[in-house]
């Protein structure tokens, strides 16, 4: 073991740890680095007394403060919630229309429609609504069910062909199966689609089409409408048979798809929302619907 000697160089007493003639200088601290290390002791100490500092178990002591960030979360949460309470209450309070015409409830009806939209609806009708096969475009301005915002609001509380009391359409009918329940043959099927397409100005064998004029009048008309215009444009629900001579199919309008409709049928169903969120949730989704689509 090396002695504690003084350093012939620099004056300064070594510590006696010693590596391979490598001697340790017992140099005093800096003294601002001394005082700054005092002035942390000191504030720890007041730091102790007025916030929550040591662990005690289950519990901490708490400072005479009584400082928590928990409860400072649950003030501003509380805050927060009390701030939407009021917009809430006006928007269960109010009719699609009136939320519509308030620029402040309109704001943020549109903001939590947004949201609810894609956590409720998105899977479905695509994010910003754009609509797949058999679940309609809601960012356009057609519309089976009626697109004023009482309708949209009235097709989101009931649903279509859904198990609500005041469904949209009758549930489990949708378009009739005539292929698979054997109401029409091959033919039959073959001509009829052909009328449809005629109807929309798409190529068609002109002599089908002329024969599934007559099928279609015996056995499509009663849902479809004399001139295809669909059930739910007169204004009753019924059965909600889509125009066949428009621009928005659900499904398609190509010959292949237009038989298989026919063949198999169709019966898409819009679930109800009225057991599932709350007034004023669905009123922000029928406002955020409403404006998707143009806003009839
Ligand atoms: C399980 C799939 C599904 C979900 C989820 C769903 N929908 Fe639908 N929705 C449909 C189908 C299918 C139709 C078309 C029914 C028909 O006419 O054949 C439809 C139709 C609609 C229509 C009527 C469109 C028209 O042309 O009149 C509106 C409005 C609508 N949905 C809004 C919503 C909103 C808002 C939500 C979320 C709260 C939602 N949907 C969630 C399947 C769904
Ligand atoms: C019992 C009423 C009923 C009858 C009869 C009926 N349909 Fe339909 N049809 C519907 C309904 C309801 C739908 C919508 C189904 C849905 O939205 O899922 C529909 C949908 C369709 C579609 C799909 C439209 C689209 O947007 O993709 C076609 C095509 C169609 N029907 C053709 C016919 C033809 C052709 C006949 C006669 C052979 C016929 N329908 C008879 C009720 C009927």
């Known amino acids: 073991m090396a002695q504690n000697y003084k350093d012939e160089l620099s004056g300064v007493e070594t510590t006696g740890h010693e590596w391979d003639g490598l001697r340790e200088l017992n140099n005093p601290l800096p003294k601002w680095w001394l005082y700054l290390f005092y002035v942390c002791i000191a504030w720890a100490m007041v730091y102790y007394v007025f916030y929550p500092a040591w662990p005690l178990g289950k519990t901490y002591t708490k400072g005479i403060l009584g400082y928590s960030q928990r409860e400072e979360l649950d003030t501003k949460l509380a805050e927060a919630k009390a701030g939407q309470a009021k917009y809430l209450t006006a928007i269960a309070a109010k009719s699609v229309d009136e939320i519509q015409k308030d620029k402040d409830l309109l704001g943020f009806a549109m903001a939590g429609g947004r949201s609810y939209f894609n956590e409720n609806c998105a899977a479905c009708h695509g994010a910003g609504g754009q609509g797949a096969k058999g679940f309609p475009t809601l960012a356009d301005d057609v519309w089976l069910w009626g697109g004023s915002s009482a309708d949209i609001y009235k097709t989101i509380q009931h649903g279509i062909r859904s198990d609500d009391g005041d469904t949209r359409g009758t549930p489990n009918v949708g378009m009739t199966a005539f292929g698979m329940d054997g109401i029409l043959n091959r033919d039959q099927i073959d001509q009829v689609t052909d009328y449809v397409l005629s109807l929309n100005g798409k190529t068609a064998d002109a002599g089908k089409a002329a024969k599934g004029k007559a099928v279609y009048d015996e056995n ?77």
């Not at 739910?232 to 019924?238: C, E, N, P, Q, Y």
Request: charged share 15%; hydrophobic share 40%; proline share 4%.
């Open 220 to 296: 499509c008309a009663a849902c479809h409408g004399d001139a295809a215009q669909g059930s739910v444009a007169a204004g009753v629900d019924g059965v909600g048979a889509p125009p066949l001579k428009q621009a928005n199919w659900l499904y398609g309008s190509d010959k292949q798809t237009l038989v298989e409709t026919v063949t198999n049928g169709r019966a898409g169903v819009m679930p109800a929302w009225s057991k599932r969120l709350d007034d004023a949730t669905i009123k922000s989704l029928a406002v955020y619907v409403h404006n998707l689509g143009g806003g009839k």
